[in-house]
C-alpha cells in the first residue's frame, strides 16, 4: 500500500527518530545500574510483558545472552529489588518489575521499534479518506485506529469550542422563534447550538447576521470573537439601531458556547480479564473512570505542553495510578496550533516501544490530515 501522491510530506517515515519526554522528575532519578543489571531489569521487564506473569532467576537462567547461573542472577535481582526496581507479588513467586523499572525501560534500556511500513500505510489511508469528508469521523477514525492497533484503550482529546478559530457561521430557522446556529471552525470542526429568540427573524435576516459575524471575525478564536461583541455592545448601547442590537445579541449568543474539551475513548473492554484489574470491584472503578471525561481532559492535558511523546506510568498520574495503568499520548495540530493530544492507556505492562512508534505516528498523521482538511472545507 503506497502513501497518497498528495498527503504532507511532514508526515513521519516509519524509521524516524521519535522524541520521548519522560515523565519522571529528577528528584526520582534512579541510582546507577551496572551493564549487568541493566541486562536482567531489561529481560525481567521484556519477558514479563509477554508473560503476564512473574518472572524467576530460574527462567532468566535459561536464556542465553547472560551466561549466568541461577543463583548469579537471583543474587542481581535481589540488588534490583532493593534497590526498588523489582517486587515480589507473593513469597515463594518470582520478581515482577515496578513503575520506577518501567520508568527506566522508557528511558534508557528500551530499543526504539520504527512502525511497519503496512501498519503507517493503513493509518495514513485511513486518516487521509476521513479528512477529505469530515473531521468529526477523523476524530472517531483515530481513536478506532488507536485502540484497534495496539488492543488497549484509545483515547483522543478533542478542542474546546472556544479555542476554535471561527471560520464561518450560519444559522438556520427552526421556528417562529428557535435558531439554530452552526459554527465551522478553521480546522473544519463543526458544533451546532439551538438558541430561543424573544422575538422572529426571517430567513433573510439570518443571512444578513451570518454575513457580518463572518466578515468581521473570520479567523478569530470564538472566545475573542466574544469579548469584541460584549464590548461593541456596550460601547454602542446608546447609539446603535434596534437592527444592530440584535445582531450584536444574536451573534453573541451563537458565540458565547465556551464547553471544555471532550475526549473519545474506545477498547475499556480489552482491560478486562488483565491481572491488573482482576475482580469485579476494580473493574467497575475502572469503567466509571473511563467515562469521567473530566479526569481524562486533566491527564491529557498534561501531555500538551511539551513537543514528543509523554510517558505517563503509574503514580505519575491519578488515573494511572489507581489503575496500575500507563499513557502513551502526543500533541496533534494543525502548524504550531496545537488542538489537542491522542494516546494510549494499557496496563504498565505494555509493549512501550511498539506503543510509543504507534502514538508518534499517529499523532503526525492525525496533524496531517487535519491540515488538509483545513485546506479543502
Known amino acids: 500500500m503506497s502513501r497518497p501522491a498528495d498527503f504532507p510530506p511532514d508526515v513521519p517515515r516509519p524509521d524516524d527518530e521519535i522524541p520521548v519526554v519522560s515523565s519522571t522528575d529528577p528528584a526520582r532519578e534512579p541510582a546507577a545500574l551496572s551493564e549487568r543489571e541493566r541486562a536482567i531489569l531489561k529481560d525481567i521487564i521484556q519477558t514479563h510483558v509477554d508473560t503476564g506473569r512473574p518472572v524467576s532467576s530460574r527462567t532468566l537462567s535459561k536464556h542465553a545472552q547472560h551466561g549466568l547461573s541461577a543463583a548469579s542472577i537471583r543474587n542481581i535481582m535481589a540488588d534490583l529489588e532493593e534497590a526498588g526496581y523489582l517486587m515480589q507479588p507473593h ?19 528500551m530499543r526504539h521499534a520504527p512502525l511497519g511500513a503496512d501498519e503507517a500505510s493503513y493509518i495514513e489511508h485511513q486518516l487521509f ?54 459554527l465551522v471552525s478553521a480546522t473544519g470542526f463543526v458544533d451546532h447550538i439551538v438558541i430561543d ?19 468581521r471575525f473570520n479567523g478569530l478564536p470564538l472566545r475573542t470573537i466574544r469579548d469584541r461583541l460584549m464590548a461593541l455592545m456596550s460601547e454602542e448601547r446608546t447609539r446603535i439601531d434596534h437592527q444592530l442590537a440584535r445582531t450584536i445579541r444574536l451573534a453573541r449568543r451563537a458565540v458565547a458556547h465556551d464547553a471544555e474539551p471532550g475526549v473519545l475513548v474506545e477498547g475499556t473492554t480489552t482491560l478486562i480479564g488483565q491481572p491488573e484489574l482482576a475482580d469485579v470491584v476494580r473493574i467497575r472503578r475502572m469503567l466509571d473512570t473511563f467515562a469521567d471525561q473530566a479526569r481524562l481532559v486533566g491527564m491529557l492535558n498534561r501531555c500538551l505542553d511539551q513537543e514528543g511523546v509523554r510517558v505517563l506510568i503509574g503514580d505519575d498520574s491519578e488515573v494511572t495510578s489507581e489503575f496500575g495503568l500507563s499513557l502513551v499520548a502526543v500533541p496533534y495540530g494543525v502548524g504550531e496550533r496545537q488542538l489537542g493530544s491522542l494516546g494510549i492507556i494499557g496496563p504498565s505492562r505494555m509493549e512501550y516501544a511498539r506503543v510509543i512508534a504507534l502514538v508518534h505516528h499517529l499523532g503526525r498523521a492525525l496533524s496531517a490530515a487535519l491540515t488538509i482538511g483545513s485546506r479543502q472545507s
Open 197 to 215: 429568540v424573544d422575538e422572529p427573524i426571517d430567513d433573510a435576516e439570518l443571512v444578513r447576521i451570518a454575513n457580518y459575524v463572518n466578515d
Open 129 to 182: 479518506d476521513a479528512a477529505i469528508a469530515d473531521v468529526d469521523q477523523l476524530m472517531t477514525i483515530a481513536t478506532h485506529l488507536l485502540s484497534e492497533m495496539s488492543s488497549q484503550v484509545g483515547v483522543v482529546l478533542t478542542p474546546a469550542v472556544g479555542d476554535a478559530v471561527l471560520r464561518r457561521i450560519e444559522f438556520v430557522r427552526l421556528g417562529a422563534q428557535r435558531i439554530l446556529c452552526v
Open 91 to 109: 513469597t515463594s513467586a518470582g520478581r515482577v518489575p515496578t513503575t520506577d523499572a518501567y520508568r527506566v525501560y522508557v528511558r534508557a534500556l
